[in-house]
């Protein structure tokens, strides 16, 4: 039976990183992947997504300066555009391989499921190592619905051939809006159905209300505190059907959430506790089996699911995997939705903001009228900090073409705990963002 | 005799934030404004020109991305673009002036010219100070060519009303490629004409020829070596007239140059010192009257002659006036040539770095390829380290669509010494420049 130091299950960001980093330790490392080399980020996730983006950005940015430059915004041809994102998708299951083959990581295809908490199966093979790395992701969950084999979902609307004239999507999270949103630019008829009204939970709602305000004058139908009960295949289309509501799409996303993928590790076997929503670690991301480690989207955890955070968890694993660590500590993470506004906060969460409103006070500043804003005609950009009692920066929520960078700068200035004078003495490319960035802190 | 704290003149970026502040000390004071308010940057400089560069950045987002989710891209309406231009400096100069005024900065419009170095004239009256800060900027040179009269400059350039269907260029510093880039985009037959072969000198020459390529393919036509000697007007244009060179042009911009905005200021009559380059001040920015105090580009000096330079300085002064500070001391200085492909640069000048070349080494990244490139198509991205013998960072030179945001951050990263272990714990909105910064540094 092949023997390793570590394996390593699910070559995502995180598997991945980690595998690379082990074996640069001198250890014999595999690495098990049952589906796409890669993971879901760069074959079905944030990469795939950001290609498609691309346009819509692109047509974003000519669409705002129409009257201004522009007499109309070019249309967006999606076959060339889903054949751009092929150009880098195509080759990521392939050169992962290789690239883990040529570092002398061993690979092995299939699903893997501990046989017990020493050795694991795959592809008819046990294999044991001293220590191991789950790290198998997440996949969407499937809404318990009449009709549900009639849903489809991101990882089918990201490898879409032709887009469909009208999609709705079911659930109003970061996917459902992302996805929307490039259908919508793409020309498709787009609707976002959630069963409550408080979309993009987790992000400020005053933003994210004015976010759907900017997506509906962009063609975005939102349909809210609808609890859709059943798909029906009619003739003209899917026909989704709650109380009082009906609506008939070429296509229907569930974007409901999306749930571990442990089904088929076996889990209680190597005596691995988890629940629905993930493995369960401690703060050493070491399972119930102390050789077993854990990390990335497959954790039950609080902190968002993201690839860096995933990564910043592998090189937290590898050095534990040592021992001598002490507990993970998180640095601020940034969430974002993409789009031509991107939505983008950092700091304490919006549930713990609304759990203690009393310690903390806001202010909110208009963008659309500084200079950085008014030359790309971002109207309806606006950044909103929230403070504790002493003053301090908790949290910061940004609506605006350049939310992504400036939540970046963000990040780097209140990890390092610049100060605004230390920030005056800067010279930045003007004008730019980051020339502005004083006025901020 | 009015009587002032301190004089300001000149109103541009360095010498109104100057005034601001001073006013804020508790200072009476004066400003004085020769021609437009708020000088040249936010009207005929930076700001009116990146407005114009919106329209070039949308254009060319789509151009990189035909064939790959677009059949053709927009063209860009000059007409328009012109009065989305207008829509931002229109009100500069009433805005800043009634700024001024509300903050109860007595503000006088007129030349200003030394009666001694206590006194100032300006429009017939006399005022008096007892300190004065000089911050006057410049002024496109005219090129002492037969013909001159027929060259117009970056100042005619924006503020054209129609777009002429052929424009060339003379000169090849940062103006003149950035209003080459916007003339090309926006449908010009466009030329730039140097008198040596190398453009944008103080950018390092591999990925300054890089750029010449990019334009070049781009539908930009260079002529290099050529010594303009006359300007001639011709029925069908002006023509441009060298040693076996010859071009006609519906409009000829001269952009070899900027020279001190001095020549009414009398300063003999103050006994301050100057020459050719500008006002000569110590390191305390005091001119040969240690009462008179100097800033931003009016002075002799080496440092770049830029808006955030000058803001720099003039918050500098602001401390100075008061003595007891010490010699004025350069943050880091990032430099852009703006574009649908940017070239930027920060760190060790190149003219020390090719005079010690034996001590330095450097490493190009071709960026192309990465995910973050290759998601807009930035073909050609690149990224050059330069290191001193120590390996350490002395000077970083970007081309690409995103070199103006990825310098800003690596002005962050220098500055406060960050480390590749330190970055590598960072988390940023993902995928974005940001999230690849652990990779340079």
């Known amino acids: 039976m092949p023997k390793y130091d570590v394996i390593v ?74 054949a751009f994102k092929k150009s880098y998708t195509d080759s990521v299951p392939d050169s992962t391989q290789h690239g883990l083959a040529s570092a002398k990581i061993t690979t092995y295809h299939g699903t893997a499921s501990f046989v017990d908490s020493k050795t694991i199966a795959v592809a008819d093979q046990k294999l044991t190592a001293e220590q191991y790395l789950i790290a198998t992701g997440q996949s969407p969950t499937v809404l318990p619905l009449e009709g549900k084999e009639h849903l489809r979902n991101s990882t089918d609307f990201l490898a879409l051939e032709q ?90 996303i569930g974007a409901t959430g999306r749930k571990p993928n442990i089904d088929h590790l076996a889990l209680e076997k190597a005596n691995v506790d988890y629940d629905k929503k993930g493995i369960k670690v401690n703060e050493r991301l070491q399972t119930s089996q102390a050789h077993i480690f854990a990390c990335g989207d497959v954790l039950a955890k609080n902190t968002p699911k993201l690839t860096p955070v995933a990564g910043y968890e592998a090189s937290y694993v590898v050095e534990a995997m040592n021992g001598q660590v002490s507990a993970i500590d998180y640095p601020l993470i940034p969430t974002i939705v993409f789009g031509d506004q991107r939505l983008a906060r950092v700091g304490v969460s919006e549930k713990e903001l609304a759990e203690h409103s009393e310690k903390y006070h806001t202010q909110t500043i208009d963008l659309a009228g500084w200079y950085t804003y008014q030359r790309i005609n971002d109207q309806g950009a606006k950044i909103k900090f929230v403070y504790d009692e002493a003053d301090k920066i908790v949290a910061i929520t940004c609506l605006s073409q350049l939310a992504d960078e400036l939540i970046n700068y963000l990040v780097i200035l209140l990890t390092k705990q610049i100060t605004h004078a230390e920030l005056e003495k800067f010279i930045f490319a003007y004008p730019s963002p980051a020339s502005d960035l004083s006025y901020f802190i």
């Not at 098990?32 to 980020?41: R, S």
């Not at 950001?50 to 041809?77: C, D, H, Q, W, Y």
């Not at 949103?181 to 005053?206: C, S, V």
Request: aromatic share 8%.
């Open 9 to 82: 299950i699910g070559s995502g960001p995180a598997g991945n990183a980690a595998a690379y980093a082990l074996k640069e330790q001198g250890k014999n490392v595999a690495i098990i992947e049952a589906d796409l080399w890669g993971g879901t980020c760069p074959n079905r996730g944030c990469d795939p997504k950001k290609m498609l983006m691309s346009g819509v950005e692109a047509k974003m940015r000519v669409e705002r300066l129409t009257g201004k430059g522009f007499e109309t915004s070019p249309e967006i041809n999606w076959e060339e555009l889903m």
């Open 163 to 252: 887009l469909p004239k009208k999609v709705a999507f079911i659930g109003a999270g970061y996917i459902a809006f992302e996805l929307a949103i490039i259908a919508n630019a793409a020309g498709a008829q787009t609707h976002i159905i959630h069963h409550n009204d408080q979309p993009l939970k987790g992000f400020d709602r005053e933003l994210v209300n004015q976010l759907v305000e900017h997506l509906e004058a962009a063609g975005i139908n939102f349909h809210f505190n609808i609890d859709t009960q059943k798909i029906a295949k009619q003739a003209e289309g899917y026909q989704i059907i709650a109380n009082d509501f009906e609506l008939t799409a070429d296509l229907v």
